[in-house]
């Protein structure tokens, strides 16, 4: 079993910077990709960015040049650092961690092939 954590998260102007940490526990020699979805009210659970453990990255079209996740393979920690933050970024943001490198646009919130998730953090972003 993993356990996924996050940290983060909270209230910010536009144009601001905020950054997200996520750190997965137990049994994560399996893992092969942890990373960001987000959520807003009303929204399907959009990829912001994952991290997989041979290197490469991928980022969501709305966030790209904007966003940057990255991480230590050691500590089993990916961190997001967000800038220019928008009113449209404004969501509880989910980290996850699973032994799949596909991560897909956009899934529902028990996609089960990223097999495990934190609880989630609000970003509110608002003048």
């Known amino acids: 079993q993993v356990q996924v954590a996050e940290s983060g998260g909270g209230l910010v102007q536009p144009g601001g910077s905020l950054s997200l940490s996520c750190s997965a526990s137990?049994?994560?020699?399996?893992?092969?990709?942890m990373g960001w979805y987000r959520q807003a009210p009303g929204k399907s659970r959009e990829l912001v960015a994952v991290?997989?453990?041979?290197?490469?990255?991928d980022y969501g079209d709305s966030v790209k040049g904007r966003f940057t996740i990255s991480g230590d393979n050691a500590k089993n920690t990916v961190w997001l650092q967000m800038n220019s933050l928008k009113p449209e970024d404004t969501a509880v943001y989910y980290c996850?961690?699973?032994?799949?490198?596909?991560?897909?646009?956009?899934?529902?919130?028990?996609?089960?092939?990223?097999?495990?998730w934190g609880k989630g953090v609000l970003v509110t972003v608002s003048s």
């Open positions: 991290m997989r453990r041979s290197g490469t990255r």
């Open positions: 137990g049994s994560v020699f399996s893992l092969n990709a």
């Open positions: 996850g961690a699973g032994t799949t490198t596909y991560w897909p646009t956009t899934v529902p919130p028990d996609y089960y092939h990223i097999e495990y």
